[in-house]
């Protein structure tokens, strides 16, 4: 929550019923704008406008009269009501899609990270085609998340191992059953792991590619 100067900015939206604290912040700060921030958000500052879900505003006498939306708002991993990260790959995972981490910090859990893989009765490694046509390798990165596509035969593998076993043309499909199941190419995350320069690049949701 953060108390602004008196705007001009236009537009309202359904009033949300605000919590006691803005009551009582908006009785001290009349004819201002009072802004309601992500709980997701545990920066320093002001902060961004991607974590601002919206803003009231108090009339002169401090009581609240109107309500209006941030149409730039990116809802964290906390308000979207997605369960706790069950790991540090989930957590880096969830971060990035919703823009509340970076992407890097993804490759850089995933490579050194022990995972499970689906396998067939040769040992083998499970592939599969995403609905656009690429072909990806699922990856699982707890129990939980393997355990929420049945039981089948797995094999518990280290990341860098894995990706020497990666068939050609497919990519990692990381946590495919989770709120964040993400599609991640193989070249960025090999060169996490040697140490190579990573290039910029901000994910689409749902996919972190090179």
Known sequence: MAADEPSDRS????????????????????????SMIDPGWDGEGVPPDRVVVGRWRTGATGEI?????????????????????TDDVDRALQLAVTGYGPPEDVLRALATAEVAVLTLPDGSLVTAAVEDGGLVVPVFTSSSHLHSVGGFAFERVTVPALLDRLPP?????????????????????????????????TPGPHNITG
């Open 11 to 34: 537009g309202t939206a359904m009033m949300p019923t605000p919590p006691d604290d803005i009551v009582e912040a908006a009785r001290l700060a009349p004819d201002h704008w009072i």
């Open 65 to 85: 009269e109107e309500w209006e939306d941030n149409e730039a708002y990116r809802p964290s991993p906390e308000s979207l009501g997605w369960p706790e990260p």
């Open 169 to 201: 043309g497919h990519a990692f499909y990381v946590n495919p059953a989770g709120p964040v199941g993400s599609v991640l190419e193989p070249d960025r995350l090999g060169e996490t792991i040697t140490g190579g320069t990573q290039p910029g690049g």
